[in-house]
């Protein structure tokens, strides 16, 4: 006859009776463990529905793209910006166009090929940097070429930078307000395919001498006075010609940085000018023609029938 199981005198388990709590806390245990796996495998097999409807959702309507403009540099602080509306929209409508229909437009190879076409812009002085951020958006911000003049070529003239390379706006002849460089030998670069190319620097050293002697002026308090500087005698001959507002020619000479063999220096002819704006309110001297590179000497005036007698010094 078998033996009950049972407690002891001293109301312990006595060897092999059966434990109702310990079968109790197995039993909990053992439950815990089915919960955990259960929602383990739950989340495991429902994420990737729960991730291709995000991804469907999201691709139903485009990133928002904003791109950092730069900013004109005021007092005020208004933020507003120097680039044109229909070249911020241009620059919009290419990051859409490089996005495409790419089902995730944030991955990284897309923001790379962002990066490129940007950088191929005319815009940007470098690479510029192309991030995601919160909210579904595409941030791009970079180093902006600062413009400096127009090149006038043909009946258009071209926008370019301080630094000499090419901008892709261009105008009719005299439709803005910033100085001109006109006489160039070359027109604006273009690619193997014939279409613009923003990638490199205008050719040409006479153009690069043409911005410099604009970038000496443009502090000049008789800076407004100076419309535009002709380029057409520097292949040849090394010179270089202010045009006035009022379409009179001063002969400076050659670049600043490298007079020309007997011709004044940069300073002399900054002086020459500077004496002519103070005599006349006029750095032509009210002449036609102004030539300010001879050495030890005044400065040489040609003055048309027009011009009125006594208006300067002979």
Not at 49 to 64: C, G, N, S, V
Not at 247 to 268: M, V
């Amino acid at each position: 006859m078998s033996k009950k199981r049972g407690k002891d005198d001293a109301g312990g388990e006595t060897p092999g009776a059966f434990s109702f709590r310990a079968f109790l806390d197995h039993l909990t245990g053992f439950c815990i463990v089915l919960l955990f796996l259960g929602l383990l495998v739950g989340v495991t097999l429902g994420i990737r529905p729960l991730e291709r409807r995000a991804a469907a959702e999201i691709a139903t309507r485009p990133p928002e793209v904003e791109i950092r403009w730069p900013a004109i540099k005021s007092e005020t602080g208004s933020g507003e910006t120097w680039v044109d509306r229909a070249s911020r929209e241009s620059l919009e409508a290419a990051v859409r166009d490089a996005i495409g229909k790419t089902p995730d437009p944030t991955r990284g190879d897309v923001l790379a090929r962002i990066g490129r076409r940007m950088e191929a812009s005319g815009w940007f002085a470098g690479a510029p940097t192309v991030r995601r951020e919160a909210g579904w958006k595409i941030v791009v911000e970079g180093d902006w070429r600062i413009p400096a003049a127009v090149v006038r070529h043909g009946e258009r003239d071209y926008l370019i930078s301080w630094d000499a390379r090419p901008m892709p706006p261009q105008y009719p002849v005299g439709a803005t307000r910033l100085r001109a460089i006109t006489g160039s030998a070359l027109g604006p670069p273009r690619d193997a395919a014939g279409g613009r190319d923003f990638t490199g620097y205008w050719a040409g050293e006479d153009v690069v001498a043409s911005l410099e002697l604009l970038r000496l002026i443009a502090t000049q308090p008789w800076a407004g006075q100076v419309a535009a500087v002709d380029a057409a005698e520097y292949t040849d001959n090394g010179r270089l010609t202010l045009v006035t507002t009022k379409n009179t020619r001063i002969l400076w000479g050659g670049r600043p940085r490298k007079p020309l063999p007997g011709e004044a220096g940069t300073a002399t002819k900054l002086e020459r000018l500077a004496h002519m704006h103070r005599e006349f309110n006029s750095i032509d001297a009210n002449a036609d023609h102004l030539d300010i590179r001879i050495l030890q000497s005044p400065p040489t005036i040609q003055r048309s029938a027009t011009t009125v007698p006594g208006a300067g010094p002979q």
